[in-house]
């Protein structure tokens, strides 16, 4: 797949957005839909939902996305930054892989998990 926006936005970003955070809203209007999600955010969104019925309305939404997949590249990536943060910064391991998506497209991370990806 070929990356051509330049943010990508992560999970916590789209929550918020799905429960009514309007600045999150309104942040991602202005980006005028040309952003991308990593594949380890859609995982995210499908396991969230706290039901049949919400599992659905994700799959819809998902349809709307560009993902960025994980290749051997972000795989590494990831690997790397899990080993030297996870203990220091209390990443997780899905943190890892869309931080090292960002990395290697070379993407804006659009995030509300600086704590964490302090690193980034």
């Known amino acids: 797949m070929v990356i051509l926006?330049?943010?990508?936005v992560d999970t916590d970003i789209l929550i918020k957005s799905f429960r009514g955070d309007t600045t999150k809203q309104i942040n991602l209007k202005s980006l005028n839909d040309q952003y991308c999600i990593s594949v380890i955010t859609a995982c995210e969104l499908?396991?969230?939902a706290k039901n049949i019925k919400q599992r659905g309305v994700f799959m819809k939404v998902l349809r709307y996305y560009n993902l960025a997949l994980v290749?051997?590249?972000i795989s590494e990536q990831s690997f790397?930054?899990?080993?030297?943060y996870s203990l220091k910064n209390d990443i997780k391991i899905s943190d890892s892989f869309i931080a090292s998506t960002a990395i290697a497209h070379d993407l804006f991370l659009y995030t509300d998990n600086k704590k964490r990806l302090q690193f980034y």
């Not at 790397?80 to 030297?84: I, T, V």
């Open 46 to 48: 499908i396991n969230g």
């Open 80 to 84: 790397s930054l899990y080993k030297k």
């Open 5 to 8: 926006e330049s943010v990508l």
């Open 71 to 73: 290749d051997e590249k």
